[in-house]
């Protein structure tokens, strides 16, 4: 599978978001799918996942109530609606798919996710 990150952009401070992923390739409806960010001189971070049917949702705690996740298998998309944005969520944002599709809870863990987009840029200006 291909995955294509879009959406990010500059946003003021107390804005909002979405950022969308694109699949292509291996059946979309088979993965599991997860957003990270990454922001410079800092590892990459686990943002939020979502189930295969996307009835399952975890987040990072930290963005629990500020991120939404969501998926659309009739378009082979994946969505990261951001709320209330501060400075400290100025990064990098990577979607991910796993083919842990079993996987319960759903996996954070960066080395689980076999296949990574480009990242898009978010900034958040104070």
């Known amino acids: 599978v291909q995955l294509q990150a879009s959406g990010g952009g500059l946003v003021q401070a107390g804005g909002s978001l979405r950022l969308s992923c694109a699949a292509s390739?291996?059946?979309?409806?088979?993965?599991?799918m997860g957003w990270f960010r990454q922001t410079a001189g800092k590892e990459r971070e686990f943002v939020a996942a979502i189930s295969v049917s996307g009835t399952f949702r975890v987040y990072a705690d930290s963005m629990k109530g500020q991120f939404t996740i969501s998926r659309d298998n009739a378009k082979n998309m994946v969505y990261l609606q951001m709320s209330s944005l501060e400075s400290e969520d100025t990064a990098v944002y990577y979607c991910a798919a796993s083919a842990e599709i079993a996987s319960v809870p759903l996996p954070r863990e960066e080395r689980r996710y076999d296949t990574w987009g480009q990242g898009t840029l978010v900034t958040v200006s104070s």
């Open positions: 390739g291996r059946t979309f409806s088979r993965l599991l």
